[in-house]
Structures are given as C-alpha cells and as structure tokens.
C-alpha cells in the first residue's frame, strides 16, 4: 500500500517561498496510471486541490495558484515537492499530497477534486505570519 509523508517548514513570513516535500513508500512516483498531488485545506474552507504531476513528469496547477506554484520530483528518492512563492495569509492552510491510482483504462484524465484520491498523507500545517 502506497504511503506518503509530508513535511515543511511549519511557520513562514508573507512573500517568502514555501517548499513541501512528499515522501511516498510502497511505490514508485512512476509508476504507470497514477496521479500525484498537492491539496490544501485553509481554516473554515474547503478542500483546495493545487494542483499535480503526473508518471511522466507533467504538471497541472489550478488557476488560482498558478503564477506562484510549481511541482517538481525527485525520482531517486521517490519525492515530489510544491514549491509556493509570494505567500500571503490566506496560503496559511493544512497541506497534504495525495495520489490517484487511476483505473484499469489508464487515461491521461486529471483529478481536481480531492475527493477523487485515493490515498493521503497526514498533512502539514504552514502558518503565515510576520
């Protein structure tokens, strides 16, 4: 069973740059047909998928974030990161990685609801403050 963990650095300042990081264990960041991705849950709101990369190394981010985020992978160590930058108050959330493991068709198909993932790690909160 796939497993992840994430961490990062807990409290940041307005307009620096965050970078969490997401072990996986139990398999690999390529394997085939599987969705990787970033969700956040900002106090009293929903759910927030921010977006996600794909076996391949292709990367999909929601509108709202998109200018500031980034996701990279480090295939050696089976990790992926998000990298948020120009944090603001309202970035102050619970992050959790995610994955779906997709489906016998194996499509190129691109969750962006979270509901729709399959396995999670705990989460790690970020704190926005000066």
């Known amino acids: 069973q796939v497993q992840l963990q994430e961490t990062g650095p807990g409290l940041v300042k307005p307009s620096q740059t965050i970078s969490l990081i997401c072990a996986v264990s139990?398999?690999?960041?390529?394997?085939?047909?599987?969705?990787w991705a970033w969700i956040r849950q900002s106090p009293g709101k929903e759910l927030e998928w921010m977006g996600a990369?794909?076996?391949?190394?292709?990367?999909y981010f929601n509108p709202t974030v998109k200018n500031r985020t980034f996701i990279w992978r480090d295939t050696s160590k089976d990790q992926f990161v998000l990298q948020l930058g120009s944090v603001i108050p309202e970035d102050a959330a619970i992050y959790y990685c995610?994955?779906?493991?997709?489906?016998?068709?194996?499509?190129?198909?691109?969750?962006?609801?979270?509901?729709?993932?399959?396995?999670w790690g705990q989460g790690t909160q970020v704190t926005v403050s000066s």
């Open positions: 995610a994955v779906d493991v997709g489906d016998s068709t194996c499509s190129d198909y691109v969750p962006r609801s979270p509901a729709e993932y399959d396995y």
């Open positions: 139990g398999q690999s960041i390529t394997t085939n047909c599987y969705t």
């Open positions: 990369i794909r076996p391949d190394g292709t990367t």
